[in-house]
């Protein structure tokens, strides 16, 4: 018979054991819990061969019709899955972050401007900077693999018309030229509601605000799941110190001070408007100077993806003034501050420049933001004015064309199913 020493030593050694297990068992769940987190809001990350991007690349092969890739515009949509550069020197990025998205052509004096003024924004080195380029250019390229103030990372459209020298989306060589008549040339092409034939130079500032907006929103790694706003900026604006933080502020405000708002603005909607500097907070129509925008909006975009896609006129700006937005059933406002913290300069190039003092000569800008331009200078007690009625483009108006093409139209459609697959 054991002892009641033995048997309580018997007794503290399954004790022993049985916590031990539980106490496993416990790491083990704290475990899978703190990775299964990291996988689902971890954005930061570079892409491995196991992630589902890759699953939705081969979709798009297998379900969408795109056109067939040349050599070039293959290596650079491989090169769109790299991760963002700098993440050695920041290799986080603040919770509450704006990403910034600068979408380019190719005017390497206007990029140039615009870099150096994003380099002395406030809060630029707790952000994601994507550079979003139409067309492949080495003098482009090298201004952008020298950004050393934040994580920056390079996509290229891989559609670009500026990619495919002698096949559409570029030039095809039996395409249809200005007013042929197609009939008659036994050429190719659709022309537009005022008999002219397509563009490609033209056509590819629609098609690659398009395809990036997809691929943002949708398709990088980066910011697919992306809840906050998105910034997205031009290589002719140029970004006052405080724009970051004025902008991240406007979108906090937005839900609590302007429900009806659809998004954020850096500067006014006329572009050669400096803000009127009043004490109140300004809601109009959406400008395309500096504008940000949610998740909720980008979904409520997408769906008009035909609205977009078959109207007839080469730019996207327009196009939402005209159709998109109007379908949405109410007005479309955006919030903005009183004074301007982004400007649209430039008087050459696919997009002129506004104002007799916000232009460009020899790589020098004239712009020299004021010490209220340096900080933040948003109130959050302001009210909220409401400006109705305003000039511009409105539902209705017929579209300045250059956008007739089917090619076109079906391309555009494409890029709104890349990442929406059935698959």
Known sequence: ???????????????????????????????FIFLLRTKSVSYTGSPSSDIDFNVLKHDVREDINLPKQTELSSRLEKQNMLPPRNRDLYPTLAKDHIVIVLYVHNRPQYL??????????????????????????????????????????QIFAPFSPHLFPDSFPGVSPHDCKDKDDASKKHCEGNPDQYGNHRSPKIVSLKHHWWWMMNTVWDGLYETRRHSGDILFIEEDHFIFPNAYRNIQTLAALKPKKCPNCYA?????????????????????KMGNVGYSFNRTVWRQIHQK?????????????????????????????????????????GKCGLHQ???????????????????????????????????????????????????????????????????????
């Not at 030593?9 to 496993?24: A, N």
């Not at 712009?367 to 959050?380: F, Q």
């Open 112 to 153: 140039q401007v615009v870099v150096q003024s994003l380099s002395k924004v406030v809060g630029i080195s707790e952000t994601l900077l994507i550079v979003s380029h139409d067309g492949h250019f080495r003098e482009m390229n090298k201004i952008v693999e020298g950004i050393k103030f934040c994580q920056v990372k």
């Open 1 to 31: 018979m054991a002892s009641p020493q033995k048997k309580l030593r018997i007794k503290e050694g399954g004790l022993r054991r049985f916590l031990s297990l539980v106490l496993i068992t416990l790491l083990g769940v704290f475990l």
């Open 353 to 423: 420049g506004q104002g007799k003092n916000a232009c460009i000569d020899n790589g020098v800008v004239n712009i020299l933001p004021e010490d209220v331009d340096r900080v933040p200078n948003i109130k959050s007690e302001w009210d909220v004015r409401t400006f109705t009625h305003q000039p511009g483009y409105k539902a209705g108006f017929r579209g300045w064309g250059g956008w007739g093409d089917d090619r076109d139209r079906r391309l555009c459609s494409t890029f709104a199913q890349m990442y929406h697959t059935s698959s």
């Open 264 to 284: 954020a603005n850096l500067a006014p909607s006329d572009v050669n408007s400096r803000g009127e500097e009043w004490n109140s907070l300004i809601a109009e």
């Open 305 to 345: 993806a035909t609205e977009f896609c078959f109207f007839d006129d080469y730019n996207w700006d327009i196009t939402m003034w005209a159709t998109v937005y109007p379908s949405f059933g109410r007005p479309v406002y955006t919030l903005r501050g009183p004074r301007t913290s982004a400007i649209h300069f």
